[in-house]
């Protein structure tokens, strides 16, 4: 008989460490792979598989965790789900039943325990296959394919006027036009949210309008998210933010996860733009995120506050290694230097982008500056490091379109993470 293939997720190697010491006496034969980006299990499952057992380690025991869990067994249900945790996750029964897990291990969880329960989870797998076409969400539009769980990015910073709303829909451009993928910008800033505003767009529907659907059905709710959204003529959909700041109060945590993973399902790449405040819901993004970019202004308040944002996001477990840094607005001869500024941060910033012009053109066009003015410095210090984020085949191209007619007194500065 074929080794049983076990795929273990968690942004941790330790998990798959002993699943692999576990099981290298097992009377079963066992083939191991292991998944650190949650963002990416979707490829690592259709490039690497079909897999007999997955084991969801406890960086998935979060609300959003175990609904990802759901999808994918909704997508495979001939492959064995297997948790282990370290707490009980902060979810209902019921949402732990319906990840469809076959067995639920408390970790510290010693090897013989670990190896009794993958023995069982493979005697009841069954041959993994890909999801019928039936059973994948319909295509919004003629051509438009569903690509399975998009990539998600989070702008986040700890003040306010910091150009979150600036980078995400740059960010958003920049995927949709050098990508050709699907890109949808959802706007968590509940109370008052800008994109709209910021890209000149009248939307029929918000967030709010998606949320108050009549059927509960997670299935139906992604089939028909993209109705609620609008579309800029870059290419890029937008998820409002409410009408009415009172609306914010009627949306829960729980709500952002079914939001946010229906988008994931319709576009490739999802921008989530946040407030400058770590609420719940905001927390249930950064949770979901691949990477999440965190961005402060050049001022001693700003500066500061990025560094108390960074050291809570430490304690909520956030990976560092996703974690991204944008110096905005930054000017010469306003009485703090920008190398003491990037001494402070060690892991160094993505970007660090200047005042320009072009950008406040590029708001009165409602446009992103990078598509209004692709050759502008500032242009090019943000697709510097936004290419980073792409295949190794497209940045020299990004280069190449993005170079600006001459240099500045700014230069993106970036560290090796």
Known sequence: MSARKILVLDRSEALADQVRAAVADSSTAFELSSCLRVGTVGEVLEEEGPFDVLVAGPSLGTRSGLARLRLIHEELPGMSLVLAFSRRPDASLRDIVRTGAVDLLQLPVDDGELTEALERAASLAGVAQPSSPAAAPVPAAAGAEATGPGTLYTIASATGGCGKTFYATNLAYFLTRYTQKRVCIVDLD???????????????????????????????????????????????????APREPSEADRISPPDVTRILEAVRQRFDYVIVDTPPALAETVLVAFDMSDMLYVMATLDLPSVRNMSVFLSTLERLKVPTENIRLVLNKAESDVGIDIDQVTKLFPQGFESVLPYAKEVSRSINLGMPVMAASPTAEISSLMAGGMKLILPEALQSRVVAETTPKKQGLFRRRSKAQ
Do not use: M, N, W
């Open 190 to 240: 509940l109370q008052f949210g800008e994109v709209s505003t910021a890209l000149r767009l009248r939307p029929k529907y918000t967030i709010f309008d998606a949320l108050q659907r009549e059927d509960t059905d997670e299935g139906v709710l992604r089939e028909h998210i993209e109705e609620y959204c609008v579309q800029h003529e870059t290419g890029v959909h937008v998820l409002a």
